[in-house]
């Protein structure tokens, strides 16, 4: 609190009979607003809350701004166009050019909202943020209340401003491809260029419309770490990889199919199933072969496994074999067509009766497996049943994946967002100890991950190790994310999502992520989305790029984050047309005030209640050489702790002898009684020199006129209330 500087009775009766001819016993303080007269009051032993200044105000700012070590990579800075709005926040305002013409009131600061568990402020400053090189621009912070932080606490969060555009009918948004650390010394975090003041203010631009509505607003999420991954490795070395079958009297079989024995490679039990007469294309003209899981293999619903191998007919003349590679993902027994892969025409009837060809002697047919690579999948946590069934067997999944190459949804470059993170994914995991097995495989299309829950949705993540031909991905690793359908409610209903795909990359210790600014829309036909050119195929297995390492390794991941709508808001307006904006204060007896402070009666104007302050003798750096004057506001207002009032106005002592007033400018946030700076003015107003000088026509029969002409008042609505 300041102190008030007082003076002695002795020292007031001479300051002020040396300029004041005559004083009347009789003197008293009036003042009038038009024409109606009221009595004065005087302070009764309580004073107003510490009166800080501006310039202290200012400074205590600058040191909160100035002091962050934290540097915005422009690569990582991230704007786009984007439909949706903001789910954390808005802030809607109907006279921002005030506040741009505004040479004081530098910020505007939201009242608090929640998120993420803590208490946050949205921060505006409308010509930028001058201790954060934010001249000529527009600045955008957020603050965490740090009365919820113990000092050694962080809180890591993702921020995403939103400024409305009108001509777009969408949101200009920034954000950074990193997370934002929050601690006890580190509270306010944002972008001090987003957009230059010019460019903002231009109504052509669409960003101030309806002549000075304006809007923005703000996504706080906290990313979590994810609690559902996979480990996908492939084994390639077996104790005994090859399994022989010889069909005794073959030209005698006469069922449709034949399975051989069970046997046992890579920790999976399997048989040869044979059609003599050939199966679908091969029926009547060849022999079909196939590799199939036995019917007693447990699998999880949604569990592949990938298989390397080749099927031979042995040849009996050691001539050469006849050889066809197998290089698929297994379902399990029951989960869909993928449970065998062979051949239907695998050699035709005309090799097998031709003797001197050696495939089949003394009627007999020797058929056999060499089983190179199985993998396997180890999912975590843990899980106790069998896990949501998936929606379609592996046939008809790929019949839907021709949607992707007719998807009408086209990702712009100039939304697609490339950076590095430092925290892992959210909402699902995916490690790869094999990659390259994939990578070299000609008939592996993709890696498809078991589903995982966001938002009450299931959900997939695919790796397209060679790209997404289908998709124009071909020569670049492809990414993408699927919803299964039989989890939306209704054949109309729309699912909006946010991603964002990560690749860790080993030499940066971090990940590599892409995403796309605006939001993506799922519902029964567009059941899959994300990027097919996320990397060249090129750079990424190039070890020395640090996404494949320790041999074969790789990681990916995934955020699906449900955008919602914000429930929180306000709306920021200025009243600038007041039926009476002056108040007037005739102080008579102006050297016989021998009190530290003098209040006039209160006036009403804009809505809210005020009153004049003047301390005769000064006070802090005015005590003892000028006038100190102020505008209160009354101590009966009701504001919201949070709450503040955007007031410009003037001060004036009138002259009396029709020369120049002394004015002085208020451009300033006023705070409720109780909660911050409820008054302000100026310590040296006007100076005792001035006052003394009869000329001059300040003071006339000892007569001192004060008076207090109101320009803007703000008010602002929140919602809900």
């Known amino acids: 609190m300041s102190n008030h500087y007082t003076n002695t009775v002795s020292t007031v009766l001479l300051l002020f009979f040396l300029f004041i001819s005559s004083a009347s016993s009789s003197s008293f303080i009036r003042q009038y607003t038009d024409d109606s007269n009221t009595n004065f009051q005087e302070e009764n032993g309580a004073v107003p ?16 701004i100035s002091s962050r070590d934290y540097k915005l990579s422009v690569s990582n800075t991230v704007k786009g166009l984007r439909d949706r709005p903001p789910s954390s926040y808005s802030l809607k305002m109907e006279s921002f050019n005030t ?3 505004s040479t004081n009131a530098d910020k505007y600061v939201s009242r608090p909202f929640s998120a993420a568990g803590y208490k946050w402020t949205l921060i505006v400053y409308p010509n930028g943020n001058k201790n954060d090189n934010g001249a000529g621009f527009l600045s955008l912070y957020v603050a965490i209340d740090n009365s919820t932080l113990s000092p050694h606490q962080e809180v890591f969060v993702d921020l995403r401003f939103y400024v409305f555009n009108r001509v777009e009918k969408k949101y200009l948004t920034i954000q950074d491809t990193d997370g934002w650390r929050f601690s006890y010394f580190k509270t306010m975090w944002g972008f001090s260029q987003v957009l230059p003041v010019n460019t903002f203010k231009d109504s052509n631009n669409g960003y101030l419309y309806d002549g000075d509505h304006c809007e923005f607003g703000v996504d706080v999420t906290t990313p979590t770490v994810f609690k559902e991954s996979e480990l996908f490795t492939v084994t390639d070395k077996f104790y005994n990889p090859k399994y022989t079958w010889s069909i005794q009297k073959f030209s005698t079989l006469l069922e449709d199919s034949y399975y051989s024995d069970v046997f046992s490679i890579g920790g999976r039990r399997w048989n040869i199933k044979v059609y003599p007469g050939g199966s679908a294309t091969g029926k009547g003209k060849a022999v079909s072969i196939f590799l199939i899981l036995n019917a007693n293999e447990k699998f999880r619903p949604y569990e592949k496994i990938y298989v390397g191998a080749k099927l031979r007919v042995l040849n009996q003349r050691n001539f050469k074999n006849i050889e066809k590679q197998i290089d698929n993902w297994y379902n399990g027994p029951g ?11 695998f050699i035709p009837f005309s090799d097998l009766k031709d003797s001197s060809k050696g495939f089949l002697v003394n009627d007999v047919l020797m058929v056999q497996v060499e089983i190179e690579a199985i993998s396997s999948t180890k999912y975590f946590p843990k899980e106790n049943g069998a896990g949501p069934n998936p929606n379609v067997g592996e046939a008809d999944h790929l019949h839907q994946h021709q949607e992707i190459s007719s998807r009408d949804h086209k990702v712009s470059v100039s939304s697609t967002v490339n950076g590095l993170r430092d925290r892992p994914p959210s909402s699902y995991s995916l490690k ?10 000609p ?9 995982f829950t966001v938002g ?6 695919m790796v397209y190790p060679n790209g997404n031909k289908k998709d124009s991905g071909s020569g670049y690793l492809s990414l993408y994310v699927a919803i299964d359908n039989s989890t939306l409610v209704a054949g109309q209903q729309e699912v909006y999502a946010d991603l964002r795909f990560y690749v860790f990359n080993n030499n940066e210790r971090k990940y590599f992520t892409i995403q796309d600014t605006n939001v993506w829309r799922f519902n029964v036909f567009k059941t899959m989305w994300g990027f097919s050119q996320v990397l060249p195929v090129a750079t990424f297995k190039d070890p020395k790029n640090g996404y494949l390492y320790d041999g074969d390794h790789c990681e990916f991941g995934v955020d699906v984050t449900i955008p919602t709508t914000y429930q929180v808001s306000e709306l920021f307006s200025i009243a600038d047309n007041f039926y009476n904006p002056k108040f007037t204060w005739t ?6 005030l021998f009190k530290d402070t003098y209040y006039s009666d209160l006036f009403s104007i804009g809505g809210r209640t005020w009153t004049i302050q003047v301390n ?19 101590v009966n207002e009701k504001l919201r702790p949070y709450e503040k009032i955007y007031v410009r106005g003037k001060l004036r002592v009138l002259n009396q002898r029709g020369l120049n007033n002394i004015e002085r400018q208020l451009d300033i946030w006023y705070q409720g009684p109780g909660y911050g700076e409820y008054s302000w003015g100026y310590h040296e107003f006007i100076s005792f020199s001035d006052l003394r000088d009869s000329a001059k026509g300040f003071v006339v029969n000892d007569v001192l006129m004060v008076q207090a002409e109101l320009e803007d008042i703000s008010s602002t609505k929140y919602l809900p209330n």
């Not at 102080?587 to 016989?592: D, L």
């Not at 005769?616 to 009354?634: E, F, I, V």
């Open 335 to 345: 989960y869909g067509d993928g449970s065998g892969w062979g051949y239907n025409e």
């Open 99 to 101: 506040l741009l013409k």
């Open 587 to 592: 102080i008579r007896g102006f050297s016989t």
């Open 456 to 461: 009450g949705y299931n959900w997939t993540l």
């Open 432 to 441: 790869m100890e094999s990659f390259n097995k994939l990578l070299n495989s």
């Open 49 to 64: 809350d510490a009166i800080q200044g501006e310039a202290h105000y200012l400074r205590q700012h600058e040191q909160e």
């Open 443 to 451: 008939y592996t299309e993709r890696y498809q991950s078991r589903p």
């Open 616 to 634: 005769p003798s000064g006070r802090g750096t005015g005590a003892g050489k000028a006038l100190s004057m102020y505008l209160n506001l009354d």
